[in-house]
């Protein structure tokens, strides 16, 4: 691309975003990953884009709304996409949406605007966004919908080099804060069964214990929150003073698995009878006799909905 169309039909991204509701994380992430919208370089190094791309993005945006998926759309012309969506159908009419294997495409630029907030160290923006996607399709769906892809982004941008390691810790402790607070709002005045939740020694991981208290409040279980880095002598006496129904153990994947093994394996040994020992997380190992792993919230959920009713 070269200056000929004049540096008046140019825009920076800044400007490119506010024509087109596209936010700047997500059009440089864009041109990184699918070439488009491809920008020049003036001679001072900074980037720019044609004026032409504007309608072109808008009708990407609706595509994406309307359930496409980005690798599908970025790099289409305006005259493939207008006849993408003129012929598209209804989600009542198809049954399911063209993106149907995939994340839900509204919901990938929702995180991608949370990605960018975290760039910025932008709390404000974050935490009015979590507080919008709750409210909207209530805790369930935002943890498996919304919170599970924000931290697997958040933890790939990291191992990319795309996030230092504070902007990794901000955007876990606002996640971690958020679910906190949500919770154990509704944890108040709960009389269902007691779930203890905690984390082995030397696991000092809090988001997924975090997110597990949320799902467990949801299914109008009792919510006992140890926190993480537990010793198993501890763990045990909390069980039995709390008269915990149900030890739920999350593993993250740096945990030692041999570790891991022994310590659910005497926890399991002293563990009264009528107390289900159940684990969840990367790290969670398989095949424990008398240990339940899970392997999503979603089988988590339905598992004590079930033991709830028996």
């Known amino acids: 691309m070269n200056l000929s169309a004049g540096k008046?039909?140019?825009?920076?991204?800044?400007?490119?975003?506010?024509?087109?509701?596209?936010?700047?994380?997500t059009l440089r992430m864009w041109e990184k990953r699918y070439g488009a919208p491809k920008s020049q370089r003036l001679p001072s190094g900074h980037r720019r884009y044609p004026r032409e791309e504007v309608p072109r993005l808008?009708?990407?945006?609706?595509?994406?709304?309307?359930?496409?998926?980005?690798?599908?759309?970025?790099?289409?012309?305006?005259?493939?996409?207008?006849?993408?969506?003129?012929?598209?159908?209804?989600?009542?009419?198809?049954?399911?949406?063209?993106?149907?294997?995939?994340?839900?495409?509204?919901?990938?630029?929702?995180?991608?605007?949370?990605?960018?907030?975290?760039?910025?160290?932008?709390?404000?923006?974050?935490?009015?966004?979590?507080?919008?996607?709750?409210?909207?399709?209530?805790?369930?769906?935002?943890?498996?919908?919304?919170?599970?892809?924000?931290?697997?982004?958040?933890?790939?941008?990291?191992?990319?080099?795309?996030?230092?390691?504070?902007?990794?810790?901000?955007?876990?402790?606002?996640?971690?804060?958020?679910?906190?607070?949500?919770?154990?709002r509704m944890n108040e005045r709960k009389t269902g069964p007691v779930v203890l939740l905690t984390t082995l020694p030397g696991d000092p991981h809090r988001l997924g214990i975090q997110m597990c208290a949320a799902v467990t409040a949801v299914s109008e279980a009792k919510v006992i929150y140890l926190g993480p880095d537990t010793p198993p002598e501890d763990i045990l006496s909390a069980v039995k003073k709390c008269q915990a129904d149900v030890l739920c153990i999350s593993v993250s994947p740096t945990m030692d698995p041999v570790?891991?093994?022994?310590?659910?394996?005497?926890?399991?040994?002293?563990?009264?009878?009528?107390?289900?020992?159940?684990?969840?997380?990367?790290?969670?190992?398989?095949?424990?006799?008398?240990?339940?792993?899970f392997n999503g919230f979603t089988d988590y959920f339905d598992w004590l909905t079930v033991r709830k009713s028996k």
């Open 259 to 293: 570790e891991v093994e022994d310590h659910l394996l005497a926890i399991n040994d002293n563990l009264q009878k009528k107390v289900d020992l159940v684990v969840g997380g990367n790290g969670a190992p398989e095949g424990i006799p008398g240990i339940t792993r």
């Open 58 to 184: 808008r009708a990407i945006a609706k595509a994406l709304d309307s359930g496409y998926r980005a690798s599908k759309v970025v790099c289409g012309t305006m005259e493939e996409l207008q006849k993408l969506l003129g012929v598209q159908l209804p989600l009542s009419a198809g049954g399911a949406s063209p993106d149907g294997d995939e994340a839900n495409s509204s919901g990938q630029i929702k995180i991608e605007q949370w990605l960018e907030a975290v760039h910025h160290f932008d709390e404000t923006t974050l935490t009015q966004g979590f507080f919008e996607e709750w409210g909207k399709c209530g805790p369930l769906e935002f943890i498996l919908n919304f919170a599970v892809p924000f931290v697997y982004q958040v933890g790939k941008g990291w191992e990319t080099g795309e996030l230092t390691v504070s902007q990794e810790h901000f955007a876990s402790e606002r996640l971690e804060h958020f679910l906190s607070s949500m919770w154990r």
């Open 8 to 25: 008046e039909n140019l825009l920076t991204i800044g400007e490119l975003s506010k024509l087109t509701g596209i936010t700047t994380f």
